[in-house]
């Protein structure tokens, strides 16, 4: 059975979710912002997915969306943006990134993520985000690298 837009982008999120505990043991800025925004930039699809029946290419149209509809607080749009911000400089630009920008756009991450899991579960389950992402924060509790 073919999985819907939306599933595969979810799908998407877990995985990346899982690479992003990989990321912060190698303390490898630049994938784990790269990582960082992968995760996120599947869950936006989602979600502009499931409250329009259509996606953009444009990440900033993705996040546009979200606002134009009221979908979340401004504060949310504010963490998307920082955090496309960062990723692009980095991808787009000769800029080498230091850890403690990949910490800043974790802790961005870290406070977006669960506003945006709980977005999608008004209309999916969301179970295993949830799982997921709480394996992440139990192993930065063990690691180095704290909020």
Not at 62 to 84: A, F, Q
Request: charged share 35%; with cysteine.
């Amino acid at each position: 059975m073919k999985l819907r837009y939306h599933e595969r982008c979810i799908l998407k999120a877990e995985r990346l979710l899982d690479e992003l505990i990989d990321e912060l043991d190698s303390k490898h800025a630049f994938k784990l912002i790269a990582t960082v925004w992968g995760v996120t930039e599947s869950l936006l699809r989602a979600i502009v997915y499931l409250h329009t029946g259509t996606t953009y290419e444009r990440p900033q149209r993705l996040i546009s969306e979200l606002d134009k509809r009221g979908l979340c607080e401004k504060r949310i749009v504010t963490l998307l943006r920082m955090i496309y911000v960062r990723r692009n400089r980095v991808m787009h630009q000769a800029v080498l990134p230091e850890w403690r920008t990949a910490e800043a756009v974790l802790k961005c991450f870290l406070r977006l993520a669960p506003e945006l899991i709980k977005i999608l579960s008004e209309h999916v389950d969301t179970s295993n985000l949830e799982e997921k992402l709480k394996r992440l924060l139990r192993h930065l509790g063990n690691s180095e690298c704290r909020r």
